[in-house]
């Protein structure tokens, strides 16, 4: 008994159910063979309930008896529906829209522009992925091509200054500056820098400012100042020039290890 309820079937899908509803239908049709059909539009009916409905819907009352055979068709132009003959002709030339179709054309057509849409949607999504990595691959490619120019600055400043303190100070100088920025930005004084102030410590090598150029500091007011304007400060540019510092610095330090250990053997020799 528990599954009682279960197995027997909703009320409206019962056999007597629908036997019923056949029963009503039969009852309510018009007369064998024949339909109403309104005068005003040309909907076709074969129950007295619909038609009902229809003169309720569309203030249509003017009902015909009619022996048309049902259509299935939908105006091209609008979203008309015509059920008989009549209701098409009627829209014919009321509307002037001279295209119909039935409704499976209609629905083939509407699905048929869902896919087409789905697809530009989809062509388009990736181009514009093709178009980001581009942009992305060139990004790329200039920062690779920046960082090879800063790498060969630091090597020129490396030739030119011969004192290991020297070079050690040019360096340290360079990544001072290059960490103030990146830690804060939005402070002027760090991208701003009186060229006197630092041209001694870079040991005078036009190197280091090129390197200062490269990370998109340039020289104003008569050559007085190197600026880093706030938009032009470019994390990934400092990042690369951070990379490149360190590098040279680990090179150094590795150079002086060996040159101390040299130092150290001559001295144990003698
Ligand atoms: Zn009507
Ligand atoms: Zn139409």
Do not use: W
Request: overall charge neutral; some cysteine; hydrophobic content about 35%.
């Amino acid at each position: 008994m528990i599954f009682r309820g279960i197995l027997e079937k909703p009320k409206h899908e019962t056999l007597a159910y629908r036997r019923r509803c056949q029963r009503e239908e039969r009852k309510s049709r018009v007369m064998e063979g024949k339909k109403l059909q309104c005068g005003e539009c040309g909907f076709l009916s074969n129950t007295v309930g619909k038609a009902e409905e229809h003169a309720k819907n569309y203030c249509h009352t003017n009902f015909i008896l009619s022996e048309e055979q049902f259509i299935d068709q939908h105006c091209c132009s609008c979203p008309t529906h015509c059920n008989s003959p009549m209701a098409l002709e009627l829209h014919r030339k009321r509307s002037d829209h001279s295209e119909y179709e039935d409704t499976e054309a209609k629905l083939r057509r509407e699905e048929a522009r869902r896919v087409e849409e789905i697809l530009a949607k989809f062509i388009k999504a990736e181009e514009e992925i093709r178009i980001l990595m581009e942009k992305e691959r060139r990004a790329n490619t200039r920062l690779a091509i920046k960082q090879q120019e800063m790498r060969s600055c630091l090597d020129s400043i490396k030739q030119s200054l011969k004192f290991v303190e020297q070079l050690q100070r040019a360096f340290d100088t360079l990544v001072m500056i290059v960490k103030n920025v990146v830690e804060k930005p939005a402070e002027e004084k760090y991208r701003r820098i009186r060229i006197s102030a630092i041209e001694k410590r870079l040991g005078y090598v036009e190197a280091g400012f090129k390197f200062l150029e490269l990370c998109k500091f340039e020289k104003v007011e008569r050559g007085e100042f190197l600026v880093l304007p706030y938009y032009e400060v470019e994390d990934e540019l400092l990042e690369a020039a951070n990379v490149e510092l360190t590098q040279a610095l680990g090179e150094i330090s590795k150079e002086q290890g060996v040159t101390g250990q040299e130092d150290m053997l001559k001295r144990g020799k003698n």
